[in-house]
């Protein structure tokens, strides 16, 4: 999962794996969450996300996970592919009402292997 | 296609210069970001606009000024640039404070030397 460091946490899987990335966010407070992906020389791409009055949530080929109780949110990624190949963020809102001040998280390298 | 347009893409500047980083969408998106992306650090918040004619600080300001003299764009001003300043900087914006979905732009790529 993601961790605080200058080395990103990284995760190497065959095609047509499913893949897991793991996020442990740092305010109880956080109502909100969401997964971006960043390909190389390119901004953020929202995937999904979640509010905190669901532990889970689906959409194409990625489910988000949430577990308050211990902080951790994870995205799991089915049959991956080439072009998932990608880093991975988490963010929470933790600024109240307000879903503009997102803490992101450090990142996740995906690695996808033919 | 609609989206957020950054300029310049890439750019190396000597300390101590000024520089003001172009930011401007086509989405009459309320809500605009300025980031920053160093690695290991993730992306930080370094201005934010709520609507047009209002900004605000975000976690590292220090160092940068924004304005929103309109809807479109959202300029970030370096008065005088540090090394530190080295860094990827994205421009984001969405439709108001109350989503959650933001929409980035392709980032810009400064150098202080």
């Known amino acids: 999962g993601e961790s605080v460091g200058l080395h990103l946490p990284t995760l190497s899987v065959q095609e047509g794996d499913n893949s897991i990335i793991n996020c442990a966010y740092s305010n109880s407070a956080s109502d909100y969450f969401i997964w971006y992906k960043q390909e190389s020389g390119k901004g953020p791409q929202f995937i999904i996300d979640i509010r905190s009055n669901m532990d889970k949530r689906q959409g194409q080929r990625v489910t988000v996970l949430l577990n308050k109780t211990v902080k951790h949110l994870s995205l799991q990624i089915a049959a991956t592919q080439p072009g998932d190949s990608a880093v991975y963020f988490c963010a929470e809102n933790s600024g109240g009402t307000s879903y503009g001040k997102l803490t992101f998280g450090q990142g996740t390298i995906l690695t996808v292997h033919p | 296609i609609a989206g957020i347009t950054q300029a310049p893409t890439s750019q190396i500047l000597a300390a101590g210069r000024r520089m003001t980083l172009r930011c401007t969408q086509d989405?009459?998106?309320?809500?605009m970001y300025w980031y920053r992306q160093d690695l290991g650090l993730g992306l930080r918040l370094i201005h934010y606009s709520n609507t047009a004619g209002t900004t605000g600080k975000g976690e590292v300001p220090d160092g940068y000024s924004v304005s929103r003299a309109n809807t479109d764009d959202f300029p970030l001003t370096l008065a005088s640039a540090v090394p530190s300043q080295t860094s990827v900087y994205f421009c984001?914006?969405?439709?108001?404070?109350?989503?959650?979905?933001?929409?980035f732009g392709e980032g810009s790529r400064l150098t202080v030397l």
């Open positions: 989405m009459r998106h309320n809500a």
């Open positions: 984001a914006s969405k439709r108001d404070i109350l989503t959650g979905e933001l929409f």
